[in-house]
């Protein structure tokens, strides 16, 4: 086993665990943190892929603004505390651990049956003025279009809560 | 040159996370545990997304990244906001409160 | 803007740079910015103003008009037709339909009258409708009105000239039921609508088998391309010369096809003239304010059927059979509402009979190959029917709306202006002083020939019967309920200067035309030439004969009216007693109401009652309800899958996802 075999297998196991951490516990900010140790661990395998773009605007954007934004929710409407009472649906947790099962082992058939194997050479791909190159060239439409998303993402939030006036 | 690590390994990887940020959806009740397993399945499909342009030796699946990123930001900033405005509304923040399209 | 100047008989390629031609939408653009200021803020507006705008804005496009006009005249003849295009406005496939305008002889007289008239109408409307509460509804409508009947006579295509007509037909219907709290008024709105409409159709029908025939709509396109008989694709897709594919004869009776088209054509105009068998609208379009009658029945609306015979004499020129059916109908209906006018005793009905009979008179000149004569009448009968419904509505003003004849008499004492007016109104109709007696006596001089020159001499009888007894019985006499009498009082000067400008436009419009034996002066037919072509020259003994002739009778008809309502008033009823089922029979204007309610009404009422009760219930229903059922059934067995829980949704999206995913591998064949 090479060692980044042995790399990866550690960040693998670091992601699942965070992920089984923020799905276990009952306090949203423990599950909050926990979703940012899988943010931080999905960003070391970017990379090892060779994306280091991605990697850095992984941490930056979700572990970073993202998250700190949900925490700022959580403390702001105070919901630090466990959930509420006994859930009436927890006869469908049996059939949801089954369906999150076959459905993980659907997609993993689906992904192993293409058969990926590293491109060769490699050097090209590892270069942030390629991507550069590729989103202000071949992709500038979409990227002017992301921008215009955003714009309206900003004035959807501030529509959406705005308080009516004379009061809520 | 062999591979440093086996991609089909990052796949898998990414098939559980989904299927977790799935699991989240159903079974949590705290709807900000629920946006956070969204989250957690965006992210996977990145990774996987990663991994194929990395299979196929170009850029392509990067730039998709890139864009999910971009969105996902707008889409937690105006989930968060339908969460604030919901919570405002009904004085918590159960999934199973929000239930007017009962039949 | 561009203007098409004439070259041919009729019209088509222009000395370029002729400004003057940017006024002619002027005359339209007038009357609808006094309907959309009055529409608009009509409630809010001082009541001075309201009514002051919209004469305001008539007046205006009346200037509009006269300086169109002095434009033309200054102009040789044949350049004296030019189209207008204003925006390009419809495609029909590969037909383009623009907004055109016609300014020729004809259109530029029919703006002129209408105009004038209708200016008097709306300075005499603001005294008559002083105390209306809703002045800017009424104003704004009567501008409308004009609008629509200026885009009548100025179109330049079919189309337009379309928008015009159903637009004058709309507005007559809002009008007539202006007061529409009141049933009666209301009901007649709805009536005269229905009623046009129906003629419409036809109407419709022709101008759509123009448009296939030729390619166009446009008058002058369509009247160069018969005159020059150019060749034009027919339906069946044969290229022919146009008069070969007009006169072609088509399965219906063999009758060819401009036969029909003139026919269609003529319906429109029987719906909208209110003649025979489609006149019962007008009558009843009595319901509306007086001066709204005088505008429908002198400036706008009726005379549009005459109008687009005369348009259109072209095509009826090439039908003996249709203008021979012109002249049935007109003199038919001429002789058929005079009787009705004779035996009426609501003084509003009586003037509207007398419409009815003189348009028919104009329908009768048109067909007897005189179009100018007929529209000589038409611009005559314009100025003293406007003069004698203002005298009506003078009388109804000062008597507090007393529309029964026998309930008034003697009223000349205390409103002379209004009497003096009516007496000119009703003579100048009677043909016995001008311009009613050249303008009449030009049609039965044209008329001569037909072999209905008898109903229109009987006619001319007639109508100097029942217009002196209708004067009489209002004006003369002794008061038969004299506290009526006693209240009377003559209108205000806004209502009687508009009627004494009338009356002098009564006896001035006769310089138009004079007959031959006073002096050879005919600058009306000669300006009217390069739209409705040469009036051929009577002889100057006929002409005479016929005047002598017609004037005989009419006097005849006066002096009998005179004698039976003034001198022996109980001879009549007398005769009536004797006859009684005469009476009965006119009386009830010849049951053609009864007719109407017993073969249109009453069978529709009696299938529709079939059709509700066994098909509607047991058939219809049962479906409608079955299904509503059926569904309702399976919504309230398929609700429970909506729990409205969002887990629940996640978890069938994520069994059906794995399911897509399952599928995907197995058609892919790289399943382990």
Known sequence: MSAGQIVFIVIAVGAILGAVGMLSSPNPVHSALFLVLTLFCVAVIYLLLGAEFLAVIQVIVYAGAIMVLFLFVIMLLNLGRDEFGPDPHRQQYPISYLATAVFASVLSTAGLAVGLRFAEPPGILISADRLAHLLFISYLLPFELASLILLIAIIGIVVLVKRPRGGA | ?103 | MTGHQASDSFLSTLPAGVEEWSWVPLVLIFPFIGFVINGIWGRRLPEILVGTIASLAIFLSFLSATYLFVTLVNLPPKFRTVEVHLFPWLTAGPVPIPATLLLDPLSVTMALTVTSVSFLIHIYSIGYMAEDPELGRYFALLNLFVFFMLTLVMAGNGAVLFIGWEGVGFCSFALISFWYSRDAAAEAGKKAFIVTRTGDLFFLLSLLTLLALFGTLSFGDISLAIARNQPITSLSGVREPAREVLLHPTGFFGADLVTLICLGLFAGAVGKSAQLPLYVWLPDAMEGPTPVSALIHAATMVTGGVYLVARLHFLFALSPVASGVVAGVAALTAIYSALLACVENDIKRVLAYSTISQIAYMFLGCASGASSAGLYHLVTHAYFKALLFLSAGSVLHATGNILDMRRLGGLARRMKATTVSFWIGGLALSGIIPSGLFSKDFILAYASQSAWYPFALATAFLTAFYITRLGVKVFHGSPREPEIVSHAHESPQVMTIPMGLLATGTIAVSVLWLPPFIKPFHPLSDFLLPSLGPTHELAHEKEIAVTIFSLTVSGAGLLLAVFVYLWRPGLLWGLAQRLPWVYQLVAHKFYVDEIYLSLTARPAKRASQLISGAFDLGVIDALVNGTGALVAYLGNQSRRVQTGAVRNYALTILFAGALVLIFLIVRSGRAP
């Not at chain 2, 629920?34 to 392509?60: D, P, T, W």
Request: no cysteine; net charge positive.
């Open chain 2, 1 to 103: 040159m062999s591979d440093p690590f086996s991609l089909n390994g990052v796949i898998v990887l990414s098939a559980i996370l989904f299927s977790m940020g799935a699991l989240g959806v159903l079974i949590r009740r705290n709807i900000i545990v629920v946006f956070m397993s969204i989250e957690l399945m965006l992210n996977a499909a990145n990774l996987a997304f990663v991994a194929f342009s990395r299979h196929h030796g170009h850029l392509n699946g990067q730039v998709i990244v890139f864009f999910t990123i971009t969105l996902a930001a707008a889409e937690v900033a105006v989930g968060l906001a339908v969460i604030v405005a919901l919570f405002r509304l009904r004085g918590s923040i159960d999934v199973d409160r929000a239930s007017l399209l009962k039949g």
